[in-house]
């Protein structure tokens, strides 16, 4: 597995977004994402590793890629 390849981004509901991590494991950016999804202000979430792997958002739910 290659370390340090995913970074893990998070938009709020205020409009603003913000990198939770950058250059981590697979491993510490499915912790962060699934951090972020259970925060209540939190309108959508990506982990990408230059491409998005991973989504979340309020309306749609979990989405690959």
Request: hydrophobic letters at 30%; a positive charge.
């Amino acid at each position: 597995m290659d370390q340090g390849k995913y970074s893990v981004r998070q938009y709020l509901q205020d409009g603003t977004h913000q990198y939770v991590s950058t250059a981590v494991s697979l491993n510490q950016a499915v912790e962060d994402f699934s951090n972020c999804v259970v925060a209540a202000s939190t309108k959508r979430v990506i982990v990408t590793d230059g491409q998005i792997r991973v989504q979340w958002t309020q309306e749609g739910g979990f989405r690959k890629g």
